[in-house]
């Protein structure tokens, strides 16, 4: 059945939707002109502020500190103001607010390999060209991490493709050799151990 009224209140709750966004960012102290901007325009200048804040409200929510706003509303108002322009036109604290409400910050942190990674893992490498494959704690000892830093990179992919780069091979067979090592020295009497 239709009548007069038909797709009237689809405009009339967007609208109220609208205005619900604004006192939102209002009440963080800004203006209703560059609230507004930041909603319903393509203006980078006024989503740019607004993202700056939102982050802080995040970094807030992420350090368990009080935040003003639950994470469900930052993410709300993050893709209203990427809808509501061009996306090449996205600022940079607009992207950052993003990325960190996706996780993709932490993922990242995550995936980068370290110094002391990579000094182990040139280490390894110079050894498996001699031949050899230095102890855990031999290895733990020169790049100044513990033992178990070492066992859980020797089995990371990320560090398996760092030695392969300078080995010139793939990171497959830098797995496979230190899988078989590991076995070959866990297999010698203690008093035979590298």
Do not use: C
């Not at 939102?24 to 393509?42: E, Q």
């Not at 790049?143 to 859980?152: G, H, K, L, M, Y």
């Not at 560090?159 to 067979?173: C, D, F, Q, V």
């Amino acid at each position: 059945m239709s009548g007069p009224w038909d797709g009237r209140w689809d405009g009339a709750n967007a609208l109220q939707r609208l205005w619900d966004r604004v006192a939102l960012i209002k009440k963080a102290g800004f203006d209703r002109r560059t609230a507004l901007l930041a909603v319903n325009t393509g203006d980078v200048d006024a989503k740019e502020e607004v993202a700056l804040w939102l982050r802080g409200e995040l970094r807030k929510l992420r350090d368990s500190k009080k935040a003003t706003l639950p994470r469900v509303k930052i993410a709300d108002l993050a893709m209203t103001m990427l809808e509501t322009g061009s996306v090449a036109q996205t600022g940079e604290n607009l992207v950052g607010l993003l990325r960190e409400l996706l996780g993709v910050d932490i993922h990242r942190k995550r995936i980068i390999p370290n110094n002391k990674l990579m000094d182990a893992a040139v280490i390894d490498g110079l050894a498996l060209q001699d031949g050899e494959l230095l102890g855990v704690r031999e290895l733990a000892r020169r790049v100044e991490v513990s033992p178990r830093a070492i066992v859980d990179w020797r089995n990371s992919p990320i560090y398996h493709r760092e030695i392969a780069k300078g080995l010139g091979t793939s990171p497959r067979n830098v797995a496979n050799v230190l899988r078989l090592n590991s076995r070959l020295s866990r297999s010698r009497p203690s008093g035979e151990r590298k």
